[in-house]
Every structure is written in C-alpha cells, then in structure tokens.
C-alpha cells in the first residue's frame, strides 16, 4: 500500500467516525429534549395534583363544619 492509499484510508476511517458521533450527538441531544419535555408535563402534572388536593382537603374541612 502507498503511503496516498496508507493516508486515504486514514482519512475515510476518520470521515465514517466523524459522521458516526455526529449522529450519536444528535441522538443525545433528542434525548435531553424528550427528558425536558417529560420533566414539564411531571411538573405541570404535580402542579395540577397539589391544586387537587388542596380543594379536596377544603371540601373535607367545610363538611367538619356542616358545609358543602
């Protein structure tokens, strides 16, 4: 082998390894977007929860009282 083929080579492996962590990269980067995404709903959710409960914990203290 030349040392043009010896270098050609090179560059190729190089070329596939750059586009192989391109796309592992931007597989992570979809990731942190779904994780951040899932941590909104989690938090809007745990919002919507703690409202909930809030109101449950009214009308149970209005029925101790001899309201509805």
């Known amino acids: 082998m030349t040392p043009e083929e010896c270098w050609q080579r090179h560059a190729d492996w190089l070329w596939e390894h750059d586009k192989a962590i391109a796309e592992i990269d931007a597989r992570i980067k979809n990731i942190v977007q779904i994780q951040e995404s899932t941590a909104k709903v989690a938090l809007d959710l745990n919002e919507r929860l703690n409202r909930l409960i809030e109101r449950i914990d009214r ?10």
């Open 59 to 68: 009308y149970i203290s209005g029925l101790g009282d001899g309201r509805q």
